[in-house]
């Protein structure tokens, strides 16, 4: 099973920025803790991050040649702003599960709102870097 693990913009910085908010890991070392789970399991998985939302948009949409069975995505501020980004999504009909490091729900007002909650397989905000993992459980022991 291929896993694609997206990731929107500014999510590259991890590690050197608002710590006290995102943590102290960086993308990196998420994605080779993510790796391992997946090898693991027998699962392989794809790593992609841009701050450009045509770019995340262009990868969802070549996730189905591409034979990826689902995506783990972090939309970081697309969450709260990219119809565009949902609406690949749901073209392409390739379950995901959304996560966020941070607490969506309890910042901001504005980053209350998500553009992709309501049709994610499950949603994991406010786990810190430890939600890709519980994505990464989830699709492991569903499939």
Same mark, same amino acid.
């Given at each position: 099973?291929?896993?694609?693990?997206?990731?929107?913009?500014?999510?590259?910085?991890?590690?050197?920025?608002?710590?006290?908010?995102?943590?102290?890991?960086?993308?990196?070392?998420?994605?080779?803790?993510?790796?391992?789970?997946?090898?693991?399991?027998?699962?392989?998985?794809?790593?992609?991050?841009?701050? @450009? %939302?045509?770019?995340?948009?262009?990868?969802?949409h070549n996730s189905k040649e591409n034979n990826i069975?689902? /995506? +783990?995505? #972090?939309p970081a501020a697309f969450t709260h702003t990219s119809?565009?980004?949902?609406?690949?999504?749901?073209?392409?009909?390739?379950p995901f599960y959304e996560v966020h490091i941070s607490?969506?729900?309890?910042?901001?007002?504005?980053?209350?709102?998500?553009?992709?909650?309501?049709? @994610? %397989?499950?949603?994991?905000?406010?786990?810190?870097?430890?939600?890709?993992?519980?994505?990464?459980?989830? /699709? +492991?022991? #569903?499939?």
């Amino acid at each position: 099973m291929n896993i694609l693990v997206l990731n929107g913009p500014n999510l590259n910085l991890l590690g050197s920025r608002e710590s006290n908010i995102y943590g102290e890991e960086s993308l990196n070392v998420i994605e080779k803790k993510l790796l391992k789970l997946a090898e693991d399991n027998s699962f392989s998985v794809n790593f992609f991050q841009s701050n @450009a %939302e045509h770019e995340l948009i262009n990868c969802i949409h070549n996730s189905k040649e591409n034979n990826i069975s689902a /995506i +783990i995505f #972090n939309p970081a501020a697309f969450t709260h702003t990219s119809i565009a980004l949902r609406d690949a999504l749901l073209a392409v009909k390739i379950p995901f599960y959304e996560v966020h490091i941070s607490d969506i729900n309890s910042r901001e007002e504005f980053r209350k709102k998500s553009f992709f909650s309501d049709i @994610a %397989e499950k949603v994991f905000t406010g786990k810190g870097t430890n939600g890709y993992l519980l994505a990464l459980e989830e /699709i +492991i022991k #569903n499939n």
